[in-house]
Nanobody, 123 residues
């Protein structure tokens, strides 16, 4: 079993930045790919970013490419999402997820999920 705990959400003005963290525990972090998803009220869950075990391979949704950066610190069993140039459309609950093996860009590809952290971007 893997437990994931997100942090770093909050209220920010458009154009601002936030860095989300997702700390994993319970099992070795080794070999697990990590992903970030978001869900806005009334909308379906949306893939945001993903990275493999080494952190070398990264994948982004077109809507965040060039603004968001996913990274990981395996020594700390933590994955990060640096979000820059935030827009009101980025407002959502952000959830991290993990799976053993290569990264996936669909939610059903992930086994473990955190509870989420709220990000609100004001105009």
């Amino acid at each position: 079993q893997v437990q994931l705990v997100e942090s770093g959400g909050g209220l920010v003005q458009a154009g601002g930045s936030l860095r989300l963290s997702c700390a994993a525990s319970g099992r070795t972090f080794r070999g697990y790919s990590m992903g970030w998803f978001r869900q806005a009220p009334g909308k379906e869950s949306e893939f945001v970013a993903a990275t493999g075990w080494s952190g070398v391979s990264t994948y982004y949704a077109d809507s965040v490419k060039g603004r968001f950066t996913i990274s990981r610190d395996n020594a700390k069993s933590t994955v990060y999402l640096q979000m820059n140039s935030l827009k009101p459309d980025d407002t959502a609950v952000y959830l991290c997820a993990s799976r053993y093996g290569g990264p996936a860009i669909t939610a059903d590809g992930y086994t473990y999920w955190g509870q989420g952290t709220q990000v609100t971007v004001s105009s």
